[in-house]
Every structure is written in C-alpha cells, then in structure tokens.
C-alpha cells in the first residue's frame, strides 16, 4: 500500500473482509479493537516516512497477527515513529494478548495479537 494519510481506513476495511472471508463474525467489541489496532499500527508505520507500507494478516486458534511493515529503509532503533507509545496504547485493548516491533533492513515491523 502507499503511505499516506488515507491508508489506515483502506487497512481496516481490508482486514474485517478477510476476516470474514476465514468465517470469522466478529462482535461489535472485536470489531472495534481491530479497527483501533489496526488504526494505530498503520499510522505508526506511515509516520516511519517510507514510500510505502505492507500489511499482514494471519490467524489461528481464534486469535488474529496484524502486522505493519513501514518500509523505511535505514531506520535505527529509537528513530521509529512512536514505537513504545503505539505499543502501549495498543495494550489498552482487553483483547490484545501480544504486541511489539523490531526495526530490520526492510524497515519496521509493529505488530499485534488479538483474541477474536
């Protein structure tokens, strides 16, 4: 996906149809703790100033992996865009079980789990 403001909305609505495309019927609490996590990750990686942004999606046992991916080659660690304070908004979501980012050649990966 490019990166740019405008992103974070297109993340969301394209993970809740995967989701649903796996049979998964998310209530209205899950529903909202996605597109909020979602929301914080791809902002955060947008504001990492690279060109363009990955996004994944994987599940298992009920639970689902949103990962960002910034693309912002030669960031250091520390240099990323709000990294612990993205992590820690993140846990304030019940039904996120893990969260963290590292910061590669590729760029930055933040992610999180959430219970569906």
Not at 2 to 22: D, F, I, N, T, Y
Not at 53 to 80: F, M, R
């Amino acid at each position: 996906m490019e990166s740019a403001p405008w992103v974070p909305k297109k993340a969301r609505g394209v993970l809740l149809e995967q989701l649903a495309a796996w049979d998964y019927r998310l209530g209205e609490e899950s529903r909202e703790a996605v597109e909020a996590v979602a929301t914080l990750l791809v902002e955060s990686a947008v504001g990492d100033g690279g060109t363009r942004i990955s996004l994944h999606l994987s599940d298992q046992d009920g639970a689902a992996c949103i990962v960002a991916l910034s693309h912002a080659v030669g960031l250091a660690s520390g240099q990323e865009n709000g990294g612990e304070d993205v992590l820690h908004r993140v846990t304030g979501f019940r039904q996120v079980t893990g969260c963290g980012t590292d910061t590669g050649p590729d760029g930055r990966r933040i992610w999180a789990v959430i219970d569906l």
